[in-house]
């Protein structure tokens, strides 16, 4: 079955992986900068996707993905998004932690449109190998 969402990743593509916490006061400018990264990466050749969550203690975690290591490197590079991360360092994190992760293997599962939840009969969750992606 084709999804877009589960056909998005591929194998070779790069991950990176920014946890962080803020300031107890980072000050202004935080959302309207973090707004206009999120739009700059998006716009850069080889983006794939981007998702942010924040924990229940805060913590922070942003996934970017890009189709390979060059197209990573010129997002890591690219002069505004260096001066935003100057900034972030000067005035809005209390600290952060970053991986960059090479893609080895990327699966998915997606339940037929047709199909409910109830319909393997049973109240366990089904551990076959597709749904374990």
């Known amino acids: 079955m084709t999804d877009p969402d589960v ?7 790069i991950v990176t992986v920014f946890r962080s916490r803020l300031r107890d ?3 202004p400018g935080y959302g309207p900068t973090a707004d206009e990264m999120e739009r ?6 080889g983006f794939v ?15 970017t993905t890009f189709a390979d290591a060059e197209s990573q490197r010129a997002w890591r590079t690219q ?3 260096q001066a935003a991360q100057q900034a972030g ?3 809005w994190y209390a600290r ?10 990327a699966r998915g599962f997606v ?10 009969g049973s109240d366990e969750p089904d551990t076959s190998e597709t749904a374990r992606g």
């Open 7 to 13: 056909d998005l990743f591929a194998p070779g593509q």
């Open 25 to 27: 006061d980072p000050g």
């Open 40 to 45: 700059l990466g998006r716009s850069m050749p």
């Open 49 to 63: 996707d981007f998702k942010s969550f924040t924990a229940d203690d805060g913590e922070r975690l942003a996934l």
């Open 79 to 81: 002069v505004d998004h």
């Open 89 to 91: 360092r000067d005035h």
């Open 96 to 105: 952060y932690t970053l991986q960059v992760c090479e893609c080895r293997s």
């Open 111 to 120: 339940r037929p449109a047709n199909e409910s939840d109830e319909s393997t």
